[in-house]
């Protein structure tokens, strides 16, 4: 290293670098600049959201209602205990990190490593209960139906309680095959076809008669409108247009369907982030394993690392409270 | 950093359980509020915003500010280099969040009293 630098002769002077604008080293003011103009992009996305949200205060999807599974605990309705898990193992990732952090002023080399080593674990462990909460979220649970004016209808029981398309609907006998290469064209093929239409949705729905419909209005009591048996019945048969299971870009069995839109987007974005922190992490960790900062002389790299791991976790703070509580 | 290995660090472990303590309590605070959802908080707005939504805007806030100054360690950098960081974001952000929460409430107001039929 020493060979490439061009020794000016002003060296420790103010000119030649001796002087610390803001009493920060170069790298971490520079890490703290970055962390600026990125917590501005999330503040946007998040901004963008209550934009959104404001505009459809009264139909907007309830978040307690749409993210309540929990690992090995099937259909048991459990609002946020899996969030707040994932935030707990984020914020204990943080801890770790500012302790690894603490150790390397000390010079303590092994508890840098030791604490270091958690944080990655940590990280780990919240990228893999994100990518199982985006399984749920795609895949969803009831399944609904979309109106001629892209509005969602849900179905529910008389005690108000959520009913699956799959627990009433039986389906005609097929009359169409699915088209794939061999029997289509050549080029291209369909997603296997949907086990019910929307005939047979409206034909079970009416021979059904303990089933309701819930619109995704929400009433004073901050709940969705569930409609009378014979409204239900004139809302479904003359408004019903499709079916839609889970959640993508474009459909969404929540209900507004920019709910999915920023959710992907929000959560993608920071589970991104979180992504390159784990790999920086790893290669500070190696770095430090290796001795490199040990003959340098401080730790300051695990320091700047840290402050995007923090950042990480803040902005998750706000993701929570924006998506899941409020 | 010839100015690091000048400074005698202590370490600073105790706070750092200290304020992690007062983070788990917080969020478990949220969580608890947010399945109970008492109805005297739900029932009550300031600034046309429920009152527990207010808590917990305030909590979150409290969180930032411990996850900043403590873990970040922003309390130890210049008044300066904390100043440069912290009003720049809070005053843009504030901006962003009036402008576009303004908007969006002004577009649900259109949607909901004007001739525009949203669901036809």
């Known amino acids: 290293m020493e060979a490439t630098v061009i020794r000016t002769g002003t060296e420790g002077k103010t000119w030649g670098g001796g002087n610390e604008p803001l009493r920060a080293s170069y790298g971490k003011m520079m890490m703290w600049f970055f962390i600026v103009s990125d917590a501005l992009t999330f503040s946007g996305f998040l901004a963008a959201y209550g934009f959104s949200r404001f505009k459809f205060i009264d139909s907007w999807p309830i978040a307690d209602e749409v993210f309540n599974h929990f690992p090995f605990m099937h259909g ?101 095959v699915q088209h794939d290469r061999s029997n289509g064209l050549w080029f291209t093929e369909e997603p296997a076809l949907p086990a019910y239409t929307i005939e047979d949705v409206k034909t079970s729905f009416l021979a059904n008669e303990n089933i309701l419909v819930r619109t995704q209005a929400i009433n004073a009591d901050g709940e969705k409108t569930i409609l009378t048996r014979a409204e239900s019945e004139r809302k479904l048969v003359a408004e019903g247009a499709g079916i839609v299971e889970g959640a993508n870009l474009t459909h969404n069995e929540y209900g507004v369907p920019l709910f999915a839109d920023f959710f992907f987007f929000i959560t993608g974005f920071h589970g991104f982030h979180v992504l390159t922190g784990v790999l920086i992490n790893i290669i500070i960790f190696f770095n430090v394993l290796l001795g490199t ?34 | 950093m010839a100015h690091s290995s000048t400074h005698t660090h202590e370490s600073n472990t105790k706070r750092i359980w200290l304020v992690f303590v007062i983070l788990s309590i917080v969020t478990g605070v949220e969580v608890v509020l947010g399945i109970i959802k008492p109805d005297f908080l739900v029932d009550y707005t300031f600034l046309s915003m429920k009152l527990l939504n207010w808590i917990f805007i305030i909590l ?61």
Not at chain 2, 73 to 89: D, F, N, P, Q, Y
């Open chain 1, 76 to 176: 048991v309705d459990a609002p946020m205990y899996y969030v707040a898990l994932m935030t707990f193992i984020l914020i204990f990732s943080s801890v770790t990190m500012v302790l690894a952090v603490d150790a390397g002023h000390q010079m303590k080399k092994s508890k840098v490593v030791f604490y270091m080593f958690l944080t990655i674990i940590g990280g780990v462990i919240f990228l893999g209960s994100q990518a199982w909460e985006w399984k749920n979220f795609i895949q969803g649970t009831y399944g609904a139906v979309t109106t001629t004016g892209g509005n969602i209808l849900q179905f529910v029981d008389e005690d108000g309680k959520r009913v699956a398309l799959a627990d009433f609907v039986t389906a005609a006998p097929a009359t169409r």
């Open chain 1, 293 to 326: 900062y040990e003959r340098r002389g401080n730790y300051e790299m695990v320091e700047k690392v840290g402050l995007y791991w923090h950042f990480v976790d803040l902005v998750w703070v706000f993701v929570f409270t924006f998506f899941y509580l409020v």
């Open chain 2, 60 to 120: 979150t806030l409290y969180k930032a500010y411990y996850i900043a100054w403590a873990f970040m360690h922003l309390e130890g950098e210049s008044k300066g280099l904390r100043r440069a960081i912290v009003w720049t974001s809070v005053f843009l952000i504030s901006y962003l969040l009036f402008i576009l929460l303004i908007e969006g409430d002004y577009v649900y107001e259109v949607f909901k009293n004007n001739k525009v039929s949203w669901d036809f």
